[in-house]
Nanobody, 121 residues
Framework: QVQLVESGGGLVQSGGSVRLSCAAS?????????MGWFRQAPGKGREAVSC??????????AQFAKGRFTTSRNKNGNKNTLYLQMNGLSTEDTGIYYC???????????WGQGTQVTVSS
């Protein structure tokens, strides 16, 4: 069973920054998969935030994330970790952030449990 574990969420003031991490348990490697970040705001459905490709690490972002968020991955050794650097946060960015193996909510094969990000005004 593959487990993805997100970390780095918390309470941040508007305009601040947060870096989220997503690590896979065991011997599962994130290295060969497209990886996505998603979020779910209170009372809303889950939406895609970003995607990093499986071959060339190309990235793609939702419109609201462009220019503020950056996704990357660390491939050093077996510590395959996915990141989401979020800058210029606003209260509208409040929600639970999930990482997933895959960039489509409908086809992602593994999901993390989510990490809460709360942006205060």
């Amino acid at each position: 069973q593959v487990q993805l574990v997100e970390s780095g969420g918390g309470l941040v003031q508007s305009g601040g920054s947060v870096r989220l991490s997503c690590a896979a348990s065991g011997a599962f490697s994130l290295d060969h998969f497209a990886m996505g970040w998603f979020r779910q705001a209170p009372g809303k459905g889950r939406e895609a935030v970003s995607c990093i490709g499986d071959t060339d690490d190309s990235t793609d972002y939702a419109q609201f994330a462009k220019g503020r968020f950056t996704t990357s991955r660390n491939k050093n050794g077996n510590k395959n970790t996915l990141y989401l650097q979020m800058n210029g946060l606003s209260t509208e960015d409040t929600g639970i952030y999930y990482c997933a193996v895959g960039c489509s909510e409908y086809s992602a094969i593994y999901w993390g449990q989510g990490t809460q990000v709360t942006v205060s005004s």
